[in-house]
């Protein structure tokens, strides 16, 4: 998934926040006037990245479910577009178990001149400050299931999908707004996380990584506490697991960090002791990570 959206240009970093087999699809659309996401998931996982400035991601759960899907530590309403708010900087989705969404990401300039055009000036003004814009019933099925069709047979996109998109998104089929609850910390989050990723973490404790982010320990507890639900180290471990399992599973003999055996690999990331980091492994993907190493591809 990470490699998926990094071929669009988003830095992303995906997190299995739940411990199991993780089951469900990913589906995956590129063109050169917009792209396309599906997510099916059967346990949590969070995605987070920095945004483009010259895109727009609009979020829809397919079947209009509430408070499976969060934008930013905020449930996303039934019959909901999720994601327009045009004042942040990051987008972080939370996909609750069960949850089915669609992601549309649109050029934001292009969206912008056809809300204009299509008579979308409430829109333009709700998404200066809220991140969640709410469809008639109606209109919300209707562009999912178009979204969906383009997904299904990329052919069927028009030359202006963007135009299309709005002609179901515009001040006749939105309801409203739903008031932006700003977690202020989730900066805080996409910090830690991006240390984590570069492997600047390992041996830093709590007191020590809220230095290393320059703000107090109870921020940084509380930050992944209300975005993620549950604390800085254990988001950290949760991250070197995910980064165990995808060095376990890639197979590149050319490679210098080619995986040679789980050992090497665990301790590469600061798993020293084989016995806990092996049933942690299995809590979080259902399996032992000598099992992920067979099937690297």
């Keep these: 998934m990470e490699a998926l ?10 997190l299995q926040l739940e ?31 920095p945004r483009k400035d010259e895109l ?3 979020g829809f ?44 990401l649109l ?14 000036q409430q829109c333009l003004r709700w998404m200066q400050s809220h991140n ?21 047979d990329p052919s069927a996109i028009p030359s202006a999908p963007t ?13 409203g707004a739903v008031p932006f609850r700003r977690v202020m910390r989730f900066q805080l989050v996409f910090d830690l996380i991006a240390l984590g990723s570069r492997g600047a973490v390992e041996g830093l404790d709590l007191d020590q990584l809220a230095d290393r982010l320059s703000c107090s320990r109870r921020s940084l507890i509380q930050g992944c506490k209300e975005l993620l639900g549950m604390g800085p180290k254990e988001v950290l471990r949760i991250q070197r697991l995910e980064q165990v399992h995808q060095a376990l599973l890639r197979h590149d003999p050319k490679s210098a960090v080619a995986p040679q055996t789980v050992n090497a690999v665990a301790e590469r990331f600061g798993f020293q002791s084989r016995g806990h980091f092996a049933a942690a492994y299995r809590r979080q993907f259902g399996e032992l990570p000598a099992a992920s190493f067979r099937k690297r591809a």
């Design 56 to 58: 727009i991601c609009c």
């Design 19 to 49: 411990g199991g087999v993780l089951q469900g699809r990913f589906q995956f659309l590129s063109s050169q006037r917009m792209a396309l996401l599906r997510l099916q998931s059967s346990l949590g996982v969070s995605i987070g990245c």
């Design 107 to 120: 050029p934001k300039q292009d969206l912008l001149e056809q809300l204009e055009i299509c008579g979308g």
């Design 61 to 104: 759960e397919i079947e209009g479910k509430p408070d499976v899907v969060l934008v930013h530590g905020q449930p996303v309403a039934a019959h909901a577009i999720a994601g327009v708010s045009l004042a942040l900087s990051h987008s972080f989705f939370q996909f609750l178990s069960g949850s089915d969404v669609v992601i549309a």
């Design 5 to 14: 959206l990094a071929s669009i240009g988003f830095a992303a970093q995906v």
């Design 163 to 175: 135009a299309a998109v709005v002609r179901l998104f515009n001040d006749d089929t939105v309801d």
């Design 132 to 152: 969640q814009l709410l469809l008639h019933q109606q209109a919300h099925q209707t562009l999912v299931e178009l979204l969906l069709h383009w997904m299904a």
